[in-house]
């Protein structure tokens, strides 16, 4: 009966997709909405965007065995991206009305630039729609008891969300998400109320939690925790400003307020809201404290999902799947639709400048279809690696190759397009070379990518002008003489 309320939900919104998807007339309509979107849809997309799987399973799981101490790059960072993509980002790029996000690489430094952060852009939405797919593989499996595999559910998951996210583009997104996100939040909120009343009282949840140090939140006063604290705070915080599901909501706004205050509103409702599913969790330690811990040393991923289904009525299991189904699917349509609009507009269009606006309609949705496919793929490969590890991995790549020249780009009217090449190369190696060295367990391999990735910024813009500066001096000097 469960399962059928939930294929029934999924058909919903697969409609729903579809009758938005009557909407889209243009490339614009596809990728960016045709900037139409209101203020109240561009806080639920920015919103949905972040609240996926991990934040309704790989956040809790962190969260019991370390703490908020655990947690600091999502939910924290993830906010705090969205936050500042809306204080410091969304005014200066909504004006430029760009399609995507590589565009601005393309016009501050040039074409080299633009191709190689359209490909940083694509390989990292790998590992992020690979944990949405993986936990719509996980919903299938645990609501069929087994009977649905974990690679079958996947493939169910794909082809539900393909089914309107192929056609509607960022209108059907943002429509589902909407719907979506009003059912994920009351779902999770009436569970959380009956959970307190099971565990006896949100009192005793909260004491629970603070006996076991589960508020901890800063590092041990050393330098290497500290720095490893450091960033993991800024992996997503700023390895996501440089991202094409950010920057397509900012851009799909409406007006500049709701480019500009829309995230913002969205960030602070994302930090506040996950803290739910973590009460959640603690809640199943007093009410299945057996089965609970047994789960946290096999696979705490589970932990949240058992005790509803064993210990919740009917309804509650409804209002839970529904808001779990609501998060992947409104993660997981932004995170197909983002790659495959960059690969269209900023590395297919290269090769075929003079094809027409329907033509590239066109293209953008095969794209879609054939990123889905290697994700798929992906997904069913990395089987075994946790939710929260395949995205918070998935934004290493943008953090030490093209944060840098996107914040510099912005704010520094020095910067070059060298530079900007510098900061790539050698933010990127850099970041290759401690992961791949004994390097990576005594400083972050993250951090030591984007402080390369400065210098490289740094070095690459002011030293021609110094040297140029020199050589003229110079002169100067031989002519006085």
């Known amino acids: 009966m469960l399962l059928t309320l939930v294929i029934v939900y999924l058909l919903v919104t697969i409609a729903i997709g579809l009758m938005a998807a009557k909407r889209v007339q243009n490339s614009a309509d596809f990728a960016i909405a045709g900037r139409h979107l209101p203020m109240a849809m561009i806080v639920t997309t920015t919103f949905a965007t972040w609240f996926g799987s991990e934040t309704v399973l790989g956040i809790p799981a962190k969260f019991v065995n370390g703490g908020l101490h655990g947690v600091v790059e999502d939910p924290f960072g993830a906010g705090f991206c969205l936050i500042f993509v809306g204080l410091f980002f969304a005014g200066k790029l909504y004006r430029m009305t760009l399609l995507t996000i590589s565009d601005y690489f393309r016009e501050r430094y040039g074409r080299t630039v633009e191709v190689v952060c359209s490909l940083i852009i694509m390989v990292s939405y790998l590992g992020w729609v690979s944990a949405q797919v993986t936990a719509l593989g996980l919903v299938f499996n645990l609501l069929s008891d ?20 192929l056609f509607g583009g960022m209108w059907s997104v943002a429509i589902t998400d909407f719907i979506q996100m009003i059912i994920l939040v009351v779902g999770l909120s009436i569970l959380a109320v009956f959970a307190a009343g099971q565990a006896g009282g949100a009192d005793k949840v909260i004491a629970l939690a603070i006996s076991q140090d589960m508020f901890k939140f800063w590092p041990e006063p050393n330098t290497k925790d500290v720095l490893f604290f450091f960033a993991s705070a800024i992996t997503i915080m700023l390895g996501s400003i440089p991202q094409q599901d950010v920057f397509q909501r900012v851009m799909s706004a409406n007006s500049i307020k709701a480019a500009t205050h829309g995230p913002v509103i969205g960030g602070i409702c994302y930090i506040l809201f996950a803290f739910v599913p973590m009460f959640l969790v603690v809640s199943a330690m007093i009410i299945m404290p057996e089965q609970a811990a047994a789960l946290m040393a096999d696979d705490p991923q589970k932990v949240l999902p058992t005790l509803v289904m064993t210990q919740m009525p009917f309804v509650m299991q409804v209002l839970f799947f529904g808001a779990l189904l609501s998060a992947i699917k409104s993660c997981a349509s932004a995170t197909l639709l983002a790659p495959s609009v ?99 367990d005594e400083f972050p391999a993250q951090l030591a990518g984007v402080l390369a990735s400065l210098t490289g910024m740094l070095v690459g813009s002011l030293g021609p002008q110094a040297i140029r500066n020199a050589h003229g001096s110079h002169h100067k000097l031989v002519g006085a003489a």
């Open 146 to 165: 087994g009977v649905v595999s974990l690679e079958l559910g996947m493939v169910i998951g794909v082809v539900s969300i393909l089914a309107y996210t």
């Open 342 to 440: 960059t690969f269209t507009e900023n590395i297919w269009r290269q090769f075929h400048p003079h094809q027409s606006d329907q033509q590239e309609l066109k293209a953008m949705r095969v794209t879609v279809l054939v990123f889905s496919m290697l994700v798929l793929g992906y997904a069913i490969r990395m089987q075994g690696t946790s939710i929260y590890e395949m995205v918070s991995g998935a934004y290493q790549v943008p953090l030490v190759g093209a944060f840098v020249p996107l914040t510099f780009g912005l704010y520094w009217k020095r910067a070059t397009t060298q530079g900007a090449i510098f900061a790539l190369v050698l933010g990127l190696l850099t970041w290759g070379l401690f992961l791949a060295t004994p390097a990576g």
